[in-house]
C-alpha cells in the first residue's frame, strides 16, 4: 500500500486541483499506485450496478505522444471557436475572475503543448455511442462513470499524483480509438485525465463564488 499524505477526507475533497504546469513530467507513476486508485475508482456507484465502464492507461511513450499531438490541435481550435469554449470560460466583468480565468487559460495551454510527455494518461471509456443516444440513456451512461474517475482522481490525489480532467481530444475521439485499439462504434471515450507527481502536494482551497449564487432551496430562484 502506497504512503497516503495526511489530509483528511474534506482536504482531499477541497484540494484536488487540476495541476498542469506543477506536474513533474519527469517522474515515472508506478502501475502499483494507478492500480491502486483505480481499484477505488471501481468501487464508485455504477448505475443498476452494471459496472460497465472501462480504463485504458496510457504509459507507452508513442502513444502518448500521438494522443498528446491530436490534444494539442484540438487545443488550437478550442481557443479560437466561442462556440466550443463559451460553456467553459468566463465572460463576466469581475475583474478577479477574469484574471483568474488568464490564468487558467495559460497553464491549460502549457498542459497542451506538453500532454504528450505527462507521466501516465486514463481514458474512461463507457459501452455505445453516447452521441447517438436519447438524453436520458446518455445522463444515465455518464453518471454511471464520473464518480469512477473523480475518485480515481481523489485517490490519487492522497497519493502525490496531480490530475486535470480535459475532453478536447474528443474532437478527434476516432482517431485516438485507432491509437488505443478501442472499438469505436461500441464505445464512447469520457476523457483524457493526465496523470502524474506533483511538485510540492501543499495544494489550497480554490477561489469559488459564494455558496448563496450556486444553490436554492426547493426551486429556481436565481437572479440570472
Keep these: 500500500m502506497t504512503q497516503l499524505l495526511p489530509l483528511s477526507a474534506d482536504e482531499v475533497l477541497a484540494t484536488t486541483r487540476a495541476v498542469r504546469k506543477r506536474l513533474d513530467f519527469d517522474r515515472p507513476v508506478e502501475d502499483e ?3 491502486e486508485c483505480l481499484e477505488l475508482a471501481l468501487q464508485a456507484p455504477s448505475g443498476s450496478n452494471a459496472q ?3 480504463f485504458v492507461v496510457v504509459t507507452d511513450p508513442d502513444k502518448k505522444q500521438a494522443l498528446g499531438e491530436l490534444y494539442r490541435q484540438a487545443f488550437d481550435i478550442y481557443e479560437q471557436l466561442d462556440g466550443i469554449n463559451a460553456a467553459t470560460i468566463y465572460r463576466g466583468d469581475d475583474l478577479e475572475r477574469l484574471e483568474q480565468q488568464q490564468r487558467v487559460m495559460g497553464s ?8 504528450g510527455e505527462v507521466p501516465a494518461m486514463l481514458v474512461p ?4 455511442r453516447a452521441d447517438a443516444a436519447p438524453p436520458v440513456s446518455a445522463a444515465a451512461a455518464y453518471g454511471s462513470i464520473l464518480p469512477a474517475v473523480w475518485s480515481f482522481m481523489l485517490a490519487g490525489r492522497a497519493r502525490g499524483l496531480g490530475t486535470s480532467w480535459t475532453t478536447l481530444h474528443l474532437m478527434f475521439e476516432q482517431q485516438a480509438a485507432e491509437i488505443l485499439g478501442i472499438p469505436f462504434e461500441a464505445w464512447t471515450q469520457v ?3 493526465s496523470v502524474g507527481y506533483t511538485k510540492g502536494t501543499d495544494f489550497k482551497r480554490a477561489t469559488r463564488e459564494p455558496l448563496e449564487t450556486a ?4 426551486g429556481w ?3 440570472d
Excluded: Q
Excluded at 471509456?125 to 455505445?128: A, F, N, R
Excluded at 444553490?215 to 426547493?218: I, L
Design 221 to 223: 430562484d436565481f437572479e
Design 33 to 35: 499506485v494507478l492500480r
Design 215 to 218: 444553490v436554492s432551496f426547493n
Design 125 to 128: 471509456c463507457m459501452p455505445g
Design 108 to 115: 491549460a495551454r502549457y498542459l497542451a503543448e506538453r500532454m
Design 52 to 54: 460497465s465502464w472501462r
Design 191 to 193: 476523457a483524457l485525465v
